[in-house]
């Protein structure tokens, strides 16, 4: 069946150091969706890309969907600590998650 | 406010109990969702729901049953029959099935002894 794979895992960085976290499909995406999920909460909704290399910013978050959409990635510029929490990528219309990327910042 | 509500925040249980976890949104939204998150993994799909009356299976449905009787409300039961039922459980509910950002509750963790 369709798989989401996201990478890394965990990812551990001083405040300020960028970030970025990798999602790959086995199969095209129609769509692919971005969710934050602080510590002790649940998901929130951060964006959608529909189109063949669309690029979303959000303030010092860049979200990038492949040229083929099979692949996604999100990047966080000048990380601050309120960015701490889990990334979730979700693709398809039946949007299947991601394992997600554990965030953690230290000041 | 419009939103979706999961009660209880937590939940103890003995093993060999069913156990209700309930759903509601005032979203006016078709489609609901059930999905399980353990520590350090994504979220699983337990059952999904796309109109009243009608749900479907996810990925681990086994040892879980569900309802949709009304729009609004969507509970889930754990039956004593799921092996490993501790965990964060996580309602989510959206315009339609597919291509509609989900929006979820606050979750309710369940632990059973």
């Known amino acids: 069946g369709q798989q989401v794979m996201q990478i890394p895992q965990y990812q551990h960085v001083q405040e300020g150091e960028d970030f970025t976290t990798y999602c790959n499909s086995s199969?095209?995406?129609?769509?692919i969706q971005w969710y934050k999920q602080r510590p002790g909460g649940h998901p929130v909704f951060l964006i959608q890309?529909?189109?063949?290399?669309e690029v979303k910013k959000q303030k010092r978050l860049t979200f990038q969907f492949g040229e083929a959409k099979k692949n996604s990635s999100l990047h966080i510029t000048a990380t601050q600590t309120t960015d701490v929490g889990t990334y979730f990528c979700a693709g398809g219309g039946k949007l299947i998650f991601g394992q997600g990327t554990e965030l953690s910042v230290k000041p | 406010d419009g939103g979706i509500t999961q009660s209880p925040k937590y939940l103890f249980r003995k093993e060999g109990q069913n156990v209700t976890l309930s759903c509601e949104q005032n979203l006016n939204h078709d489609a609901m969702y059930w999905y399980r998150q353990d520590p350090g993994q994504g979220l699983r799909l337990i059952y999904y729901s796309q109109i009243v009356n009608d749900f479907q299976k996810g990925d681990i449905a086994e040892g879980y049953s569900v309802s949709r009787e009304k729009k609004e409300s969507f509970p889930l039961t754990v039956t004593s029959a799921q092996k490993n039922p501790t965990a964060f459980y996580l309602c989510?509910?959206?315009?339609?099935?597919?291509?509609?950002?989900?929006?979820f509750g606050p979750g309710t963790r369940l632990t059973v002894t």
């Open positions: 989510a509910s959206s315009v339609d099935r597919e291509g509609y950002e989900q929006y």
């Open positions: 890309l529909v189109k063949s290399g």
């Open positions: 199969t095209t995406l129609s769509n």
